[in-house]
């Protein structure tokens, strides 16, 4: 049984009565109708009118693709007026709202934003994931939201990847089982029956196995959120392709089909088993040819072998990268077996090619039907026809102290116990004296990470949660000294027992955060080694999207602990770090001792083993 058909029998419609329903409404619909469908627009880039006037069958918010002012109300009144409006066409077929909740609701201001991928791969913990997906989905839903871009089941094969945090590990059926959890909270009715939310694997395939290109890239860095359509010339390019930026991101996956399917078709198959209605191709390309065009993957492989019967979108404006011709770029794309396009600028410059090319031939009617078959499919099967508005009383559940609960969880099952030497941790809660130090430990733009609010996620009080600071004053007790700052520039006799480095990556997303190097940068080394001078144990957290190179570093470090990326409640960091709850989190990825053991082969062609193994994390 398909996932879809499956999805619609917990509803109480057979198997054909779907189908009876699908055609009878495809029966009725013109070319228009059929074009709007399959086209999805990003949020600023339309009006609700607009959405009747062209049948837009869906409408997204790119990262950062937010309302103003960005509160839940807001987001709901907007998502409501796109639906309503689609609501008032001649068929009255709802649209679909799309979003990139892949740590929770995560534009939102007020959501609840999770550990990101890395940090729930250390976890290992599947009823956790499953849960997490639960809460997000009755977030999503608050705001009326239908889809989300998530789970990523890629399998990070290289570190240097501005997308490793957007994976749960290299360990393939771990991601499978973590995928598959997501998808289930996900898709799971909402128990206040707001209607279920739509799972989406991305992407698809074997994004992760991407190789390093030393030529300076040539894509465009693509926009994203609530930018104004940009002319060509205007698209940035990378901020510093010193650092690396968009030189592994959207890349060139060179491996067998043996290999293709082993470690990066599996988590698809397991997310699909578990109620995924849709999957997103991947800009990457499969031994030089781009899999928005890749027909065997896409259709011989995905939806034939495999008999995936829901829907398959684009990435943000990927089949531009197809062909200097536009019609080209639409007619590869279809025919290779794309069913919705995320445009996302310019709806009617692709809904007036796409009428083009089925009018001379290059793409066949019965190609549109099929697409268009499957849309209406997914959303017959997501209950949009029965509930095209989720319950409004849900907004009170946004951000709610039992949703924080749930992260704050995920936060103390994500750390991973690397070192820790001279019984370092747990920590006293009668030491008469504690420094802390590193902007990241009272930051929480930079303990959340990209896709946090904006797209690339930034510094600052983004949003609401609990910093590692105000956890560990909330956890010591009041007796402790404790001093903070953020540079560890301490008043001169500022001396303690133990001392606290909270060290961080620059929140980033996608190709920007691609590097050459995972080094610590020489001011995270300086700012390491003026606090090493002030205490008797040194205590480091790392804030990352990925392993660091730190052997160099190790010998001043009495205790190690990787907190990768933890959302907005990390004030589970001190519910560990005070012994209130063990160290139970394994690494998710091997540890590299240096950037010659980057990528994966190169670790595994190594003489030397890893700093620590993938699965490796002490206990407390
Ligand atoms: C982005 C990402 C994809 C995301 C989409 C919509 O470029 O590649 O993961 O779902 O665009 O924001």
Excluded at 5 to 23: H, I, Y
Excluded at 57 to 77: F, I, K
Excluded at 159 to 169: D, K, N
Aim: charged share 20%; aromatic share 6%; with cysteine.
């Amino acid at each position: 049984m398909t996932a879809t058909a499956e999805s619609k029998r917990q509803r109480g419609l057979s198997d054909a009565e779907v189908a009876r329903e699908v055609d009878h409404l495809l029966s009725q619909m013109t070319l228009e109708e059929k074009a709007g469908q399959m086209t999805m627009v990003e949020n600023n880039s339309i009006e609700p009118a607009q959405v009747a006037e062209y049948f837009i069958g869906s409408v997204l918010s790119g990262g950062g693709g937010n309302p103003t002012p960005n509160t839940p109300e807001n987001w709901r009144a907007m998502v409501c007026a796109f639906q309503k409006a689609a609501l008032e066409t001649r068929l009255a077929i709802p649209l679909v709202y799309g979003v990139d909740a892949v740590h929770g609701h995560n534009n939102v201001r007020g959501a609840v934003i999770f550990p990101h991928n890395i940090g729930l791969g250390a976890s290992r913990d599947v009823d956790l994931v499953e849960r997490i997906g639960q809460v997000t989905a009755r977030e999503l839903l608050a705001t009326s939201v239908h889809w989300t871009f998530a789970p990523s089941v890629s399998v990070p094969q290289d570190l240097r990847w501005g997308r490793t945090y957007e994976g749960y590990s290299a360990d393939s059926q771990l991601v499978g089982e973590l995928g598959a959890a997501l998808a289930r909270g996900l898709s799971g009715r909402c128990s206040d029956d707001g209607g279920s939310v739509l799972a989406c694997a991305k992407h698809y395939v074997a994004d992760g196995a991407a190789e390093w290109r030393e030529d300076p890239v040539a894509e465009d860095a693509p926009q994203q959120g609530s930018t104004a359509p940009p002319q060509d010339s205007e698209i940035p390019q990378a901020e510093d392709l010193s650092l690396g930026q968009w030189r592994i991101d959207q890349g060139d996956a060179r491996l067998d089909e043996a290999s293709l399917r082993e470690t990066h078709l599996a988590p698809y198959q397991a997310a699909i088993a578990a109620g995924a209605l849709t999957v997103m191709s991947s800009y990457s390309s499969w031994n030089g040819e781009k899999l928005h065009a890749h027909r065997y993957l896409l259709s011989d492989l995905l939806k034939s072998e495999l008999g995936f019967d829901g829907l398959i979108v684009t990435d943000w404006m990927a089949i531009n990268q197809l062909d200097p011709d536009y019609q080209q770029c639409v007619a590869q794309a279809l025919n290779a077996g794309i069913d919705m396009v995320m445009v996302p600028y310019d709806f009617r410059r692709f809904i007036s090619t796409l009428k083009a090319a089925v009018r001379q031939g290059d793409v066949a009617q019965e190609r549109v039907d099929d697409a268009v078959r499957r849309i209406l499919r997914v959303k017959l099967a997501l209950g949009l026809f029965d509930q095209p508005i989720a319950d409004k009383s849900l907004l009170e559940s946004l951000g709610c102290a039992a949703h924080r609960q749930v992260a704050r969880e995920a936060v103390r099952k994500s750390l991973v116990l690397l070192k820790n030497d001279n019984q370092s941790l747990p920590l006293s809660r009668d030491l008469p004296r504690l420094l802390v130090a590193g902007r990241a430990a009272d930051d929480i733009g930079l303990q959340c990470g990209g896709w946090s609010i904006t797209w690339q996620g930034e510094a600052g009080a983004t949003t609401t949660g609990t910093t590692i600071l105000q956890g560990i004053r909330a956890t010591a007790s009041d007796s402790t000294d404790i001093v903070f700052s953020p540079d560890g520039q301490f008043e001169d006799d500022a001396r303690a027992a133990v001392g606290i480095v909270a060290l961080h990556e620059e929140p980033y997303a996608e190709g920007f955060g691609d590097r050459a190097d995972l080094s610590l940068s020489p001011e995270e080394i300086a700012l390491l080694q003026r606090v090493r001078g002030r205490c008797d144990r040194l205590i480091v957290l790392l804030i990352t999207g990925r392993p660091r190179i730190i052997s160099e570093q190790l010998p001043l470090i009495d205790a190690l602990v990787v907190a990768w990326l933890p959302g907005t409640e990390a004030d589970g960091l001190a519910d560990v770090l005070f012994g209130d709850c063990p160290f139970t989190g394994k690494l998710p990825f091997s540890w590299p001792r240096s950037m010659d053991q980057i990528p994966l082969a190169a670790l595994r062609a190594s003489a030397e083993a890893p700093l620590w193994e993938c699965g490796y994390g002490l206990t407390s």
